[in-house]
């Protein structure tokens, strides 16, 4: 059974990076075939992919937050991680880290997520 747990501050300051850790159990980062994914969602509003990390390693982001946005993995750890740039005061939103198999349009496996709020 794979699981993944979400860690990070949950307040950022405006213009700060936020940065998150999702740790994975029962299964490595590194297996063929499996991508391993950021997303967030706001209270009351839809998913947004942020990005992910492939099984070599390659990181790919979403267009609209790719100038601000890194996603990396330690192997060693069996972690990996996303940094948001210059955050702004906006709606909470939960951030989520998953496991694709085989492409982006699908998750199996979720963490439960962790809330981080940007004040004004």
């Known amino acids: 059974q794979v699981q993944l747990q979400e860690s990070g501050p949950g307040l950022v300051k405006p213009s700060q990076t936020l940065s998150l850790t999702c740790t994975v159990s029962g299964g490595s980062i590194t297996t063929d075939n499996y991508y391993w994914t950021w997303i967030r969602q706001p209270p009351g509003k839809g998913l947004e992919w942020m990005g992910g990390?492939?099984?070599?390693?390659?990181?790919y982001y979403s267009p609209s937050l790719r100038s601000r946005t890194s996603i990396s993995r330690d192997t060693s750890k069996n972690q990996f991680t996303l940094q948001l740039s210059s955050v702004t005061p906006e709606a909470p939103a939960v951030y989520y880290c998953?496991?694709?198999?085989?492409?982006?349009?699908?998750?199996?496996?979720w963490g439960k997520g962790t809330l981080v709020t940007v004040p004004s």
């Open positions: 990390i492939n099984d070599s390693g390659t990181p």
């Open positions: 998953a496991r694709s198999p085989r492409g982006w349009s699908t998750m199996d496996y």
